[in-house]
């Protein structure tokens, strides 16, 4: 179970990754080496997983984001398994869930626009085994977009 200061730790890591030591130990009222050890020790546990950059997706040229349900032709742990392989290896898919209800997976990507989405979908997600249907939605506006959680 997680204090109140370490809480308040990850709450800062998740705002800002690059923060120095120094001012996060400010920020959470501890000495710095002290809070470079519950750093240490939120990474051990696997509070942490890892630090990145959020990049900007319409300078990097892949405005456009998708969400794809997909629907198997068949629901066995060798499909499963297959299309899970598959999908791991295309870069433009951000993420994959396997869900519960009228579909499979939903399936988040990023590509340039409709016609390189076309031929992600056609040269990509449709070649994996497996896939019996899709059905996409573009979006049109992101009205929030964070990888935040919900600390309490």
């Not at 990850?10 to 800002?16: I, P, R, S, T, V």
């Not at 056609?122 to 896939?131: A, D, H, R």
Request: hydrophobic share 45%; with cysteine.
């Amino acid at each position: 179970m997680l204090d109140k200061i370490s809480k308040r730790i990850l709450a800062e890591l998740q705002n800002d990754g690059r923060i120095s030591n120094v001012e996060l130990a400010t920020r959470v009222n501890l000495s710095p080496a002290a809070c470079l050890e519950r750093v240490r020790k939120l990474q051990e546990s696997g509070y942490i997983l890892g630090y990145t950059a959020q990049l900007n997706p319409h300078l990097l040229d892949v405005a456009l984001l998708v969400f794809i349900e997909v629907v198997l032709d068949r629901t066995t742990p060798d499909v499963f398994d297959a299309f899970r392989r598959g999908v791991q290896a295309i870069p433009e898919v951000l993420e994959c869930h396997m869900v519960a209800g009228g579909f499979d997976y939903l399936v988040k990507a990023r590509v340039k626009d409709m016609n390189a989405y076309r031929d992600f979908l056609g040269k990509s997600l449709l070649q994996l085994s497996g896939v019996r249907e899709t059905h996409t939605y573009a979006v049109m506006e992101e009205v929030k977009n964070t990888t935040c959680l919900p600390i309490k």
